[in-house]
């Protein structure tokens, strides 16, 4: 009983998050939302006994999402001054938020030795590990997709980093292969001046 409460909780909040996630005007609070949305799948992955799933996904996702974030920021070019003014009003939510996420993983924290025990009695295939048993399936049936995948995330970071290179015109850049191809008549020139006819005697002084 109450693992299933547990995993009701967490599905509810991780379908709300998600909703929230695609009705989001403001750019940095749908990826909050996603953020949250990563958190309760982990805690659903940890209730199935894939706690390396689990971990995988706060790490890396987690993870990349901070990327994403800063991305978004350097695209749009967000006025943090400007969502600074509805801290006070927004105060409330987050507060809620973070409230169920202290219950949720107080909850984790009670029930973990009733789960894993649970866990324990559905043994991996072959008398594999949980992280020897996917990567075995991952790269030997899978690796074609896995190498796609990496692909497209590769496809993906050098498509956003393109996005977000601004040529300013007003910043003085050293460019090595303009100063290597130019020649010697574009920065030199030899002019022949008669003698008693070069810089006159006022110049001098």
Same mark, same amino acid.
């Given at each position: 009983m109450p693992a299933t409460l547990i995993f009701y909780l967490f599905a509810t909040v991780l379908i709300l998050a998600a909703l929230m996630v695609i009705s989001a005007r403001n750019p940095v609070h749908a990826v909050l939302f996603l953020i949250l949305c990563f958190f309760n799948a982990a805690g659903l992955f940890v209730l199935q006994g894939?706690?390396?799933?689990?971990?995988?996904?706060?790490?890396?996702?987690?993870?990349?999402?901070?990327?994403?974030?800063?991305?978004?920021?350097?695209?749009?070019?967000?006025? !943090?001054?400007?969502?600074?003014?509805? !801290?006070?009003?927004?105060?409330?939510?987050?507060?809620?938020?973070?409230?169920?996420?202290?219950?949720?993983?107080?909850?984790?924290?009670?029930?973990?030795?009733?789960?894993?025990?649970?866990?324990?009695?559905?043994?991996?295939?072959?008398?594999?590990?949980?992280?020897?048993?996917?990567?075995?399936?991952?790269?030997?049936?899978?690796?074609?997709?896995?190498?796609?995948?990496g692909l497209v995330l590769l496809v993906a970071m050098v498509g956003a980093i393109c996005l977000t290179l601004r040529d300013r015109g007003q910043v003085v850049r050293q460019n090595v292969s303009v100063q290597m191809n130019r020649k010697r008549s574009d920065v030199i020139e030899i002019k022949k001046v008669p003698t008693g006819q070069g810089i006159s005697d006022g110049g001098m002084a």
């Open positions: 894939a706690e390396f799933l689990a971990m995988l996904l706060v790490i890396v996702y987690v993870g990349a999402v901070a990327v994403l974030f800063l991305f978004v920021v350097m695209m749009l070019d967000i006025d !943090f001054k400007q969502l600074r003014q509805g !801290f006070v009003r927004y105060l409330p939510l987050g507060a809620l938020v973070g409230a169920v996420l202290l219950i949720e993983i107080g909850m984790m924290a009670v029930h973990w030795p009733t789960m894993a025990g649970a866990a324990a009695q559905t043994p991996a295939p072959a008398a594999l590990g949980n992280a020897e048993a996917i990567g075995a399936v991952l790269y030997t049936k899978y690796w074609l997709p896995f190498q796609v995948a």
